[in-house]
């Protein structure tokens, strides 16, 4: 089982906005701003969305955005788009190791 | 442009070992650590463990330590992850990431590992 614990799903309609969270520890999430987001297509390497609780890298929309509050994380994509529908996944360092979360299936309805 | 390019795809017998490169190319390669990920069929991402491409300190998951080995060529510029015992459980999908401030920006291919008899 995850260390981190997402929702296992989460859904919303084209231009719509969700938000996906992701739980952890003071001795994860909680205590280092080194969480990360991260999408996955079945069948393709995961991509880098948000770095470090609420940065952007290059070339991701401005549609994604992270925050962090407590022990608890947060993906938000705003705008919502047919191509957003994809597994979601954050990831926490947490000393000397990194911690998943479970993934948590975006569906565009 | 910054890539890492991994071994191919390999078919194991329960009880082999397999090695997995990662080949960086585009950077300097001393300047960041790889991490090793697994995405077994029906599991979520699973993370393995990372090795400094400077210094070749590694820091493995609990759930890999003491059949996992990561070990790197400055030389070349390839990360190498070496798994051990392996067991059906162990198929999976293995990626190498390029580590950067704990956060994993270039991800290689994948290499599918599958273990069976």
């Known amino acids: 089982q995850s260390v981190l614990t997402q929702p296992p799903s989460a859904s919303g309609s084209p231009g719509q906005s969700v938000t996906i969270s992701c739980t952890g520890t003071s001795s994860d999430v909680g205590g280092y701003n080194y969480v990360s987001w991260y999408q996955h297509y079945p069948g393709k390497a995961p991509k880098l969305m948000i770095s470090?609780?609420?940065k952007r890298p290059s070339g991701v929309p401005d549609r994604f955005s992270g925050s962090k509050s407590g022990n608890t994380a947060s993906l938000t994509v705003s705008g919502l788009q047919a191509e957003d529908e994809a597994d979601y996944y954050c990831i926490s360092y947490a000393g000397s190791n990194k911690v998943f979360g479970g993934g948590t299936k975006l569906t565009v309805l | 442009q910054v890539q890492l390019v991994q071994s191919g795809a390999e078919v194991k017998k329960p009880g082999a070992s397999v090695q997995v490169s990662c080949k960086a190319s585009g950077y300097k390669f001393t300047s960041n650590g790889i991490s090793w990920v697994r995405k077994a069929p029906g599991q979520g991402l699973q993370w393995m463990g990372w090795i400094s491409a400077y210094s070749g300190s590694t820091n493995y998951s609990q759930t890999f330590q003491g059949r996992v080995t990561m070990t790197k060529d400055t030389s070349t510029s390839t990360a190498y992850m070496e798994l051990r015992s392996l067991r059906s459980d162990d198929t999976a999908v293995y990626y190498c990431a390029r580590d950067q401030r704990h956060a994993l920006d270039i991800w290689g291919q994948g290499t599918k590992v599958i273990v069976s008899s």
């Open positions: 470090e609780v609420s």
